[in-house]
């Protein structure tokens, strides 16, 4: 078959015809076709003209007259062929085409007697012969590792999958939308790093071959927005792609794509607020109707009390390791007992609370030992002020009363550098130009963190990241 294709490949160049051209001007969304006659009853013709343009998705008839399925990014259309229209060498060229080729076609709007928009093809052109048969002939993608490898073929196979990632980007311009209303700067701010940080993970090095030294691809964008509040700039957004050297499953991507904004004189009460008018209003934007409830407000709930009603573990009252592994033990829960107490938290937190959170909550003030860059408790000693939200049992959001205070953020990255020597992998290295531009001020500011992947996989009801990343990293 291949070598057919390619046949008819040195055929058409042989006849003079350039099976590759530069471009088609004036090309238009099929999806304005049909929105232009939705009114047509079945039978009627107009004198309409319309150019679209797309790949060749299905072929029938014989004779005199053929019917051709044209897909774009926005949908399908009949094309209806006719010998006495387009001549002889049009029209047997026309129905020599393979599927998958790309085609433009002029012609008229009218509908078929069967009630099917449709074009009366007046003429066409050959945008792109193509070498190798469509998955499936456009009959559907099903092979999982195909689809992620090949996101092409999946995208040109099924319609869902090319309505999830126009789905993507409308949350993601709703997301810019909402910030930039309210004020809001989006920067940029550098992806090779000097000294990652901004979170507890670890990261990808690479080498800088004319600087001769180490560089990190960055696992936050935290550090460098925050010395931006510093500078004056008060609200600032930052969307791009973020890069942890950690496993994966169907919550973790190595390369993800995260929201983080910065809004001084706010504090975490500020940012939980606007994440709730935020996510509402992309649900509203992009047509959610799934099974959560996006209205607010959401729940709120400690991070004490959630753990202490799926465990019955009491965190606070067990501030050691030897301690909280013996009340877990207790409660039946067999915990790791080389891990620091900072990740037994968390694992108590991931394990055995987040999946039951469907409906979108707030876990809020956490321990200070998990949170080294989050402002203290304004009222519970050994806590700061920092929630997660959760929603469809999964984490999706992290944020804090940011901490400002230079020296008590000097003491935090020392506390950190002892879990590290603990056997941590994932703890915070000591930024001293980061404790330096704290002691430049910065003013009370609230600032959060929002995995876009997994809020597309909220939006689209779906269960894994690799489904929602177009080109997702494989073993």
């Known amino acids: 078959m291949d070598e057919d294709r390619r046949g008819k490949l040195q055929r058409l160049r042989e006849r003079g015809v350039e099976p590759f051209p530069h471009a088609f001007p004036g090309v238009g969304p099929i999806s304005v076709v049909h929105e232009a006659h939705a009114g047509l009853e079945a039978g009627e013709d107009t004198e309409a003209v319309h150019r679209v343009a797309g790949r060749l998705a299905a072929r029938r008839g014989h004779g005199k007259a053929a019917f051709l399925d044209v897909v774009d990014r926005s949908g399908r259309i009949q094309v209806h062929a006719r010998l006495d229209v387009l001549g ?3 029209f047997e060229d026309l129905l020599g085409l393979d599927l998958g080729d790309l085609v433009g076609v002029d012609g008229t709007a ?3 007697r069967r009630g099917e928009l449709s074009l009366k093809a007046t003429g066409w052109t050959l945008l792109a012969k193509s070498l190798l048969p469509p998955p499936e002939k456009f009959h559907g993608l099903e092979d999982v590792e195909t689809r992620y490898r090949r996101r092409e073929l999946d995208l040109m196979a099924n319609e869902e999958s090319r309505a999830l990632f126009i789905l993507r980007s409308k949350v993601v311009a709703a997301i810019r939308r909402w910030l930039d209303a309210r004020g809001f700067l989006e920067v940029e701010t550098p992806v090779l790093q000097p000294l ?3 979170a507890l993970a670890r990261p ?5 071959n004319s600087l001769g030294r180490d560089l990190y691809l960055r696992i936050a964008t935290e550090l460098y927005l925050k010395r931006l509040i510093v500078g004056g700039l008060e609200r600032v957004y930052e969307l791009g792609k973020d890069f942890r050297n950690e496993g994966l499953s169907p919550k973790h991507n190595p390369e993800f794509t995260m929201l983080e904004f910065y809004e001084a004189y706010a504090d975490y009460t500020d940012i939980a607020s606007e994440l709730e008018q935020l996510v509402a209003y992309v649900a509203t934007e992009v047509g959610y109707e799934g099974e959560i409830d996006f209205a607010t407000p959401w729940r709120r709930v400690t991070l004490r ?3 202490l009603k799926e465990t019955g573990v009491d965190v606070l009252a067990a501030r050691d390791r030897g301690s909280l592994l013996a009340a877990a033990a207790g409660q039946g829960i067999e915990l790791d007992s080389t891990e620091t107490w900072p990740r037994l938290v968390d694992d108590l937190l991931s394990k055995h609370v987040e999946p039951k959170l469907a409906q979108p909550t707030f876990i809020l003030d956490y321990p200070v030992e998990l949170s080294p860059f989050a402002k203290a408790h304004r009222s519970e000693p050994g806590l700061v002020e920092r929630f997660e939200c959760f929603a ?8 804090f009363t940011e901490l400002n205070d230079p020296d008590e953020q000097r003491a935090r990255f020392e506390e950190q550098a002892r879990l590290s020597a603990q056997g941590e992998k994932e703890s915070q290295p000591y930024d001293e130009d980061y404790v ?3 002691e430049q001020g910065m003013p009370p500011t609230g600032g959060i963190g929002v995995g876009i992947d997994r809020l597309v996989m909220l939006m689209a009801g779906r269960s894994s990241i690799r489904e929602v990343v177009l080109f997702p990293t494989m073993r």
């Not at 990808?204 to 800088?208: A, E, R």
């Not at 469809?392 to 944020?399: C, L, P, S, W």
């Open 88 to 90: 002889q060498d049009g």
């Open 110 to 112: 009218f509908k078929s």
């Open 196 to 198: 990652y940080g901004g």
């Open 204 to 208: 990808f090095t690479t080498h800088h």
């Open 305 to 307: 009390d959630a753990i």
């Open 392 to 399: 469809g049992g999964m984490e999706f959001a992290n944020a």
């Open 436 to 438: 330096r531009a704290l």
